[in-house]
């Protein structure tokens, strides 16, 4: 059974641009995470989609959004890029129903910004 | 404070030592707790669920102490590949967001 998957792998982007970054869940996962993990830091939570809403957010700006399609896949954009959001995205997916179901990591977008 | 706080590491052990590894969080009201490991440059893996009784899977065993808002971590007969950095990992029942130690690198040297 296919994993998380990512896509890019990589991304580089100049100051102000912006970036989109996808994710498809594991088959049969209907809640899609996104983290940021930003060089010395631990994993921060970003956004919570199930069911095509947005359920929770982290503590970042508005710049960072996202959505999720109907076939449960994301996105995460990110506007008006900033040298602090060169990190790694993570994306994670989890089973429907039960908040407690087990998140489960795709490989990540590193993102760089110049 | 520090909603999930680690021992601070590197840990450097030989081969076939055991390691503990300690996690206190903060917010009375979490639900779930986890073990991740995360390889260099790699994505964050589940290594075990913690339960309320404590949980063994082969090597690896898992406490939770409830009162003492506390978790742990103990890997014995370390393996050169058990070398990571292992994360300790809150949910909250309201929100979905899973809350991140900053990890306790573990390096087993031959």
């Known amino acids: 059974e296919a994993g998380v998957t990512q896509s890019p792998t990589h991304l580089i982007k100049t100051r102000g641009q912006q970036a989109t970054l996808r994710c498809s869940p594991i088959?049969?996962?209907?809640?899609v995470y996104w983290y940021q993990q930003a060089l010395g830091l631990g994993l921060q939570f970003l956004l919570w989609?199930?069911?095509?809403?947005?359920?929770n957010r982290g503590n970042f700006p508005p710049r960072f959004s996202g959505r999720q399609f109907p076939n449960y896949s994301s996105e995460l954009n990110v506007n008006a890029l900033e040298l602090e959001d060169s990190a790694l995205y993570l994306c994670?997916?989890?089973?429907?129903?039960?908040?407690?179901?087990?998140?489960?990591f795709g490989p990540g977008t590193r993102l760089l910004v110049l | 404070r520090k909603e999930v706080e680690q021992d601070p590491g590197p840990f450097n052990v030989p081969e076939g030592a055991t390691v503990a590894f300690n996690c206190t969080y903060s917010?009375?009201?979490?639900?779930?707790f986890f073990w991740y490991r995360q390889d260099c440059r790699k994505e964050p893996k589940l290594l075990m669920s913690?339960?309320?009784s404590g949980n063994e899977d082969g090597r690896f065993t898992a406490q939770l102490n409830r009162a003492s808002q506390y978790i742990s971590l103990l890997i014995r007969d370390s393996k050169l590949s058990d070398s990571a950095t292992y994360l300790c990992?809150?949910?909250?029942?309201?929100?979905?967001?899973?809350?991140f130690g900053q990890g306790t690198e573990l390096s087993v040297k031959p």
């Open positions: 994670a997916s989890s089973l429907p129903g039960k908040l407690q179901e087990t998140q489960y």
């Open positions: 088959s049969g996962h209907t809640s």
């Open positions: 989609y199930d069911e095509g809403e947005e359920r």
């Open positions: 917010n009375s009201a979490s639900q779930s």
């Open positions: 913690v339960y309320s």
């Open positions: 990992v809150v949910l909250y029942n309201q929100g979905g967001k899973l809350i």
